[in-house]
C-alpha cells in the first residue's frame, strides 16, 4: 500500500475464485475496505492481504467470476449509512433495502445491484437544535427529524466530527444528501452519515445495567431476567423455541427500538415479522410494532460472506440509536450461522482451523460483537442502551459445542432451551434448572422497590420448590409417587402448578402472551400462598386429596388467560382464604 | 466455448486441469474421453493455473486424453410444460421411451435466492388424509417438511400416501407431483413409479431418477434440476408443486465424497462445514411468491442413520426445514401404520393453517391436549416399567391407557384410508373424553362442552 494515499478507484486483477472468497493480485486496498469485483461489479470486502495477493470476501453470488476479471477499490470500508428512514425498514446483510431490490429486479435476488441504505430522494421535516456560532461536540445532537409519530430522530454530528456552527439550515423539509450544517473547520453534517461496521461507536462511559427489560414472560422476567445494557443467550436444538422467543421479544420488549437480525435462517420467518409486525401495536406508544423495528434479512439461502456482514450491520445501527439516548434491544437469529459462515470463509482461506474446523478467532469475534451491548453515557451525553440477544443452534442441541462454549463465556443471561419441554408442547421451552442470570442480584432492588418488597422472597420459594421437585422425581421414578409422604406429594402438586401456570405461557393467546410484572408477581404469589397454606394444612393432617380438589386450585389453573385477570385473582385470594379456613374449622 | 486436453490428476469424482485460461467459477463443462463417450460437471475452483472440476457421472476411465470443454455459462436446465407424465433420469435425459423435451427456457439450476420480501406466508392447509399429520403436525402448502426416518421403515408408502391424497380443502386444483430418486433401488423406484401410474398420479407428475447404481455426484444436481422444473411449472404456470425427495441422505453423503476428495478441513462427522449452506439452498426453494398462484411444497424424506436425530445429517435438516415428520421403529414394532411418533415431529406452520375458517376452531386446542395427555401417558409408561402399574393413581391409569388408545385408534390407520379432518379431530375428542375432565387443561369449557357434551350425545342415543 503506498505511503497512505487513498488510491480511489484503482484496479486489481481476480487470481483465483473459490464460493465466496477471491483473490486477487494488484489491488492497493485496506483491509475492511469494500471493492467491486468482476464486470457485474459484485460487493466485496477486503479480509486479508499476504504479499501481494489480496483476499476478498464476496457478498454476491460469485458464480462465473474468473481469473483475469477486474477488482476496483473504492477507498471506504464496508460501512452503513445511518439516518432517519431505517425504522420499519428491511435490509440484506449489507444493508440493500429488499423492497427497493425487488422494484429492480423482480421476486428473485439478483447480483451487482447498488441501492443505497437511506433514501436518497425522501424529504424530512428538520428541526435544528443549535444556532450559528454554537459549538458542537462530537456525537452531538443539531437537531432532529420526527421519523415516526413516536420516535424523534436526532440528527448527531458523528463521532468524529466536532466544532463551531458557521451555518445551520432553518427549519424545513430536507433530504438525506442536503447540507444542515457547516462548521468551522470545513466539516458539514447532513442528515445522514457512514460508518464503518466493524469498529464500534464510541461513548463517554459505560455504566452498570440496573433496570431489567421487560419482556412480559414470566420465566424471563422473574426467574432469569436480562438487563437493558445487558447479554442473553438462548441456545437450544432445532425447533426448541429459538425463534419464537427472539420474536416475541422482538414484539414485547419495553424499548425503544428493536434490531432484528435473521441470520441464514428461514425466509418464511422473516415474512412472518414482516406481516405481522405491522397489524400489532406497541403497547407503550400505541403505533405499529413495525415502526420501532429494523429487520435485517439474510436468508440460509442468500450469500454466506453477507450473512457475515448481517450482525455487524444489525448492530451498528443499534448503536447508532442508542447514541441518540434510546434503548436497543437487538435479536441475532441464529448467532451460530454466523459462526459457521466465519467457518466457512477461514477454510477456503485454507486457514489453521481451532476446534469443530472453526477459526482461532471464532471466541475473539464473539466476544467483540457482544461487547458492543450495554448501557452508556452517549458522546452526546444521553444514556442509551443496547441489549443483545443471541440465539445459539448448537449440533445435535449439544451444548458442549464451541459456539455456546464461547457464548457462554461472555453472556450473562442464559436461557438454555430444552427439546424435553418443547417436545411435550411446554412454552417457553427455557429449562428452569438450567438456565440462569449473572444479572439478578442487581436487579433484585429494582424489582423490590418497583413492583413487590416479596418479589425476592417469593422468587426464591418458588425456585426452590422446582429444585425440590427434581431430586423427588428422582425418587419417584423409583418408587412410585404414592410412596411418598403427603407433604412431598404436595410439594410435587405445587411444582406442577408452577410449571403449568406460571413457567408456561402461550405466545399465540393474546393476554397470555404478554404479562405485565405486576400481573407476573400476583400470579406467582397466588401459587406460593396455595403453597403455604396447604402445607400448613397438611401439618394439621388434611388429606392432600382434598387440597387438590379446592376450588381455588383449579381457578388458578386458567386465570392467566383472563382479560379481567386483577379481579379474578383477587376473587381467587379469597375462595383461598375461605377455602382453608373450611378445611382447618372442619 | 474454451476447449483443453490439460488435465494433471484424477481424484475421487474430481479432476484437476492446468495451463487454462479465464475458466469461470461454476463453468458447466463437458469432458470427451478417448472412447468417445462425453461426461458433465462443474468448476468447483479456478484460478489462473489451476481448475477443480466435479464430474457428476463419475471420473471412472477418464484419463489425461481426455477432452475438457468449458461452456463459459452455468448448467442450465431445459424445462417445458410437455414434462408433465414424464420420467427422466438423474441428469434429465427422457428414461420412458418417449421424445426429448422441446425446452421452453433454459434455467439455471441452482436458482436465485427469494427475495424475502416477496415471499408471501404459507398459509393454506393441505389435507393428507393422514391423522398424525392432519391433526397434530399439519402440512402447508409452500412449506418444507421432510420425513425422518429409517432404514426400513415405511416412509416410502407413506409418501405415496401423501403424494395421492393430497388436497387443499376448498379447492379444485390438484397438486403436480414432482418425484425425486436419489440413490434408491431400482426396486424402490419401480414401487414408486407403478403406484404412480396406477394411481393415475403420473399424469400429473415427473418423476427423476437417480439409482443406486447411478454415479453418486449426479445426485449433487438431481434435487437442483428437480426445484428448478418445480419453480418453473409453480412460478410460470402458477400451479401448485408438491416435491418428494429421496433419501436426502445420499445427497449427503455425495457432498462429504466432494469434500474429501478436495481434501477439505471436514466438519461434524466427515460432512462438510459448508453442508448447512449447501441443503439450505435446496430446502429453501420451497415456498409461495406474492402476486404469484403457484407454490413450492417439499416433502424432502431422509433415513437417519443408526436412528440417530442428531446426526448432521438430520440436524442440519431440522435446522433448515419448517419442522418434520418422524417415523419410529418402535411403533413399527408394534404393528402401527403410519408409525409416526408425533412428540419429537413439529410442524411449525401449522398454526398458520388451521382453525376457524380453515379447519376447524377447535383444531389447535385438541392437537395441543393430546399431545399434552399421550406426552403424559408415554411418561407414566417409563415408570410402569419400573414400579408396575399397581403403584399408578387412577387418573395415572387412564393416562395410560390413552397413550394405547391414541396410538391404535388416532395415528393407526390403512395405507388407503384417506381421514378428512373433521374425522381426525373427532376421533381426537372421542379418546379424549375418556379422561378425567379437569384434567384438560389445554381446552377451553367451551370446547369441551361443545366437542365432548355433543359426542357424550351421541353415545346416549346410540345405546
Ligand atoms: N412460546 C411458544 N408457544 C407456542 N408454540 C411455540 C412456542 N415456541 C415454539 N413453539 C412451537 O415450536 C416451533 C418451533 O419453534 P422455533 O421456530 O422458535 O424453533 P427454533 O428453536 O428457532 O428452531 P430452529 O433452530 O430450527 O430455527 C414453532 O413453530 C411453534 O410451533
Ligand atoms: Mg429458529
Known amino acids: 500500500m503506498t505511503s497512505g494515499v487513498i488510491n480511489l478507484g484503482s484496479k486489481g486483477t481476480v487470481y483465483r475464485v473459490s464460493g465466496p472468497v477471491v483473490v486477487a493480485t494488484n489491488v492497493d486496498a485496506k483491509i475492511n475496505e469494500l471493492v467491486r469485483v468482476g464486470n457485474k461489479g459484485l460487493f466485496g470486502e477486503v479480509i486479508e492481504i499476504d504479499h501481494d495477493k489480496t483476499i476478498i470476501q464476496v457478498y454476491e453470488d460469485t458464480s462465473l467470476l474468473k481469473p483475469g476479471d477486474e477488482v476496483i477499490t473504492t477507498g471506504m470500508p464496508l460501512s452503513v449509512e445511518l439516518g432517519p428512514g431505517l425504522l420499519g425498514s428491511i435490509y440484506d446483510g449489507v444493508q440493500r433495502p429488499l423492497p427497493k431490490l425487488s422494484e429492480q429486479m423482480g421476486e428473485f435476488i439478483k447480483r451487482g445491484a447498488e441501492v443505497p441504505g437511506i433514501d436518497r430522494e425522501k424529504k424530512w421535516e428538520f428541526f435544528p437544535l443549535k444556532k450559528k456560532g454554537n459549538r458542537i461536540n462530537l456525537g452531538e445532537s443539531i437537531g432532529y427529524v420526527n421519523e415516526n409519530e413516536h420516535t424523534k430522530h436526532f440528527i448527531m454530528s458523528p463521532p468524529n466530527i466536532q466544532g463551531e456552527i458557521i451555518d445551520i439550515v432553518e427549519q424545513g423539509k430536507y433530504t438525506a444528501e442536503d447540507i444542515l450544517c457547516r462548521l468551522d473547520n470545513g466539516t458539514v453534517i447532513k442528515m445522514y452519515q457512514r460508518w464503518p461496521v466493524k469498529v464500534p461507536r464510541p461513548f463517554k462511559d459505560k455504566m452498570i445495567p440496573n433496570a431489567p427489560l421487560v419482556t412480559g414472560k414470566r420465566i424471563m422476567d422473574v426467574l432469569f431476567p436480562l438487563a437493558k445494557g445487558g447479554t442473553a443467550a438462548i441456545p437450544g436444538p432445532f425447533g426448541s423455541g429459538k425463534t419464537v422467543i427472539q420474536q416475541q421479544l422482538a414484539k414485547w420488549s419495553d424499548t425503544k427500538v428493536v434490531v432484528y437480525i435473521g441470520c441464514g435462517e428461514r425466509g418464511n420467518e422473516m415474512i412472518d415479522v414482516l406481516t405481522e409486525f405491522p397489524k400489532l401495536v406497541d403497547p407503550v406508544t400505541g403505533s405499529p410494532l413495525m415502526d420501532r423495528t429494523v429487520l435485517i434479512a439474510n436468508t440460509s439461502n442468500m450469500p454466506v460472506a453477507a450473512r457475515e456482514a448481517s450482525i455487524y450491520t444489525g448492530i451498528t445501527i443499534a448503536e447508532y440509536y442508542r447514541d441518540m439516548g434510546y434503548d436497543v434491544a437487538l435479536m441475532a437469529d441464529s448467532t451460530s450461522r454466523w459462526a459457521e459462515a466465519m467457518r466457512e470463509i477461514s477454510s477456503r482461506l485454507e486457514e489453521m482451523p481451532g476446534e469443530e474446523g472453526y477459526p482461532a478467532y471464532l471466541s475473539s469475534r464473539l466476544s467483540s460483537f457482544y461487547e458492543r451491548a450495554g448501557i452508556v453515557v452517549t458522546l452526546g451525553g444521553k444514556i442509551g442502551s443496547v441489549t443483545i440477544i443471541g440465539a445459539v443452534s448448537p449440533p445435535g442441541g449439544d451444548f458442549s459445542e464451541p459456539v455456546v462454549q464461547n457464548t457462554l463465556r461472555i453472556t450473562k443471561t442464559f436461557w438454555a432451551l430444552d427439546s424435553n419441554l418443547s417436545q411435550k408442547r411446554h412454552f417457553p421451552s427455557i429449562n428452569w434448572l438450567e438456565s440462569y442470570s449473572l444479572y439478578y442480584d442487581s436487579l433484585k432492588e429494582w424489582f423490590e422497590s418497583k413492583i413487590s418488597i416479596d418479589w425476592d422472597r417469593t422468587r426464591t420459594e418458588a425456585m426452590k420448590i422446582l429444585q425440590k421437585e427434581a431430586e423427588l422425581q428422582e425418587i419417584v421414578q423409583l418408587v412410585g409417587a404414592d410412596a411418598l409422604p403427603s407433604d412431598q406429594q404436595f410439594i410435587l402438586d405445587v411444582a406442577r402448578m408452577l410449571r403449568e401456570i406460571f413457567l408456561q405461557q402461550d405466545s399465540y393467546h393474546e393476554v397470555d402472551e404478554f404479562h405485565s410484572l405486576k400481573r407476573q408477581f400476583s400470579l406467582l404469589n397466588a401459587i406460593i400462598r396455595f403453597s403455604r397454606l396447604g402445607n400448613n394444612a397438611i401439618k394439621s393432617g388434611i388429606e392432600i386429596d382434598k387440597l387438590l380438589k379446592l376450588e381455588s386450585r383449579a381457578e388458578l389453573s386458567k386465570v392467566r388467560y383472563r382479560k379481567d385477570f386483577e379481579r379474578k385473582i383477587g376473587l381467587i385470594n379469597e375462595t383461598m382464604s375461605k377455602e382453608f379456613k373450611a378445611l382447618l374449622g372442619e | ?463
Request: with cysteine; hydrophobic share 35%.
Open chain 2, 1 to 463: 466455448m474454451k476447449e483443453y486436453k490439460t488435465i494433471t490428476s484424477v481424484k475421487g469424482p474430481l479432476i484437476f486441469l492446468e495451463r487454462v485460461k479465464n475458466i469461470g467459477y461454476g463453468e458447466f463443462v463437458k469432458i470427451t474421453l478417448s472412447d468417445g463417450s462425453i461426461k458433465r460437471g462443474q468448476v468447483l475452483e479456478t484460478s489462473e493455473n489451476k481448475v477443480v472440476v466435479q464430474i457428476f457421472e463419475g471420473t471412472r476411465n477418464i484419463d489425461k486424453n481426455a477432452y475438457v470443454k468449458f461452456y463459459g455459462d452455468v448448467l442450465k436446465f431445459p424445462v417445458s410444460y410437455d414434462m408433465l407424465g414424464r420420467v427422466f433420469s438423474g441428469s434429465g435425459d427422457p428414461l420412458d421411451g418417449g421424445p426429448k423435451v422441446v425446452p421452453e427456457a433454459r434455467l439455471d439450476i441452482n436458482g436465485l435466492p427469494i427475495n424475502p420480501y416477496k415471499r408471501s406466508p404459507p398459509q393454506e392447509f393441505i389435507q393428507t388424509g393422514v391423522s398424525a399429520i392432519d391433526g397434530m403436525n399439519s402440512l402447508i402448502r409452500g412449506q418444507k417438511l421432510p420425513i425422518f426416518s429409517g432404514s426400513g421403515l415405511p416412509h416410502n408408502e407413506l409418501a405415496l400416501q401423501i403424494a395421492r391424497q393430497a388436497t387443499v380443502l376448498d379447492c379444485t386444483e390438484s397438486f403436480v407431483v414432482i418425484f425425486v430418486a436419489m440413490g434408491i433401488t431400482e426396486e424402490e423406484a419401480k414401487y414408486f413409479i407403478s403406484d404412480f401410474e396406477k394411481t393415475g398420479a403420473l399424469e400429473r407428475g415427473i418423476v427423476f431418477l437417480n439409482l443406486a447404481s447411478d454415479p453418486s455426484i449426479e445426485r449433487i444436481i438431481v434435487p437442483r434440476i428437480a426445484l428448478t422444473t418445480a419453480e418453473f411449472f409453480a412460478f410460470n404456470y402458477n400451479m401448485h408443486v408438491l416435491v418428494i425427495m429421496t433419501d436426502m441422505t445420499n445427497y449427503c453423503e455425495a457432498l462429504r465424497e466432494i469434500g474429501s476428495a478436495r481434501e477439505e478441513v471436514p466438519g461434524r462427522r466427515g460432512y462438510p462445514g459448508y453442508m448447512y449452506t449447501d441443503l439450505a439452498s435446496i430446502y429453501e426453494r420451497a415456498g409461495k411468491i406474492e402476486g404469484k398462484n403457484g407454490s413450492v411444497t417439499q416433502v424432502p424424506i431422509l433415513t437417519m442413520p443408526g436412528d440417530d436425530i442428531t446426526h448432521p445429517i438430520p440436524d442440519l435438516s431440522g435446522y433448515i426445514t419448517e419442522g418434520q415428520i418422524i417415523v419410529s421403529r418402535d411403533l413399527q414394532r408394534k404393528g402401527i401404520y403410519p408409525p409416526i411418533d408425533v412428540l419429537p415431529s413439529l410442524s411449525r406452520l401449522m398454526s398458520k393453517g388451521i382453525g376457524k375458517g380453515k379447519t376447524r376452531e377447535d383444531h389447535k386446542s385438541v392437537s395441543d391436549q393430546l399431545y399434552a395427555a399421550y406426552a403424559e401417558g408415554k411418561d407414566l409408561r417409563g415408570i410402569v416399567s419400573i414400579v408396575g402399574k399397581e403403584s399408578l393413581s387412577k387418573s395415572d391409569k387412564l393416562f395410560l391407557d390413552f397413550a394405547d388408545d391414541f396410538e391404535k385408534n388416532y395415528i393407526a390407520q390403512k395405507s388407503n384410508e384417506n381421514r378428512e379432518i373433521q374425522t381426525t379431530l373427532d376421533i381426537g375428542w372421542r379418546i379424549l373424553s375418556k379422561l378425567p375432565e379437569e384434567k384438560l387443561l389445554r381446552v377451553s369449557d367451551e370446547l369441551i362442552e361443545k366437542y365432548i357434551g355433543s359426542f357424550r350425545d351421541a353415545q346416549n342415543k346410540a345405546y
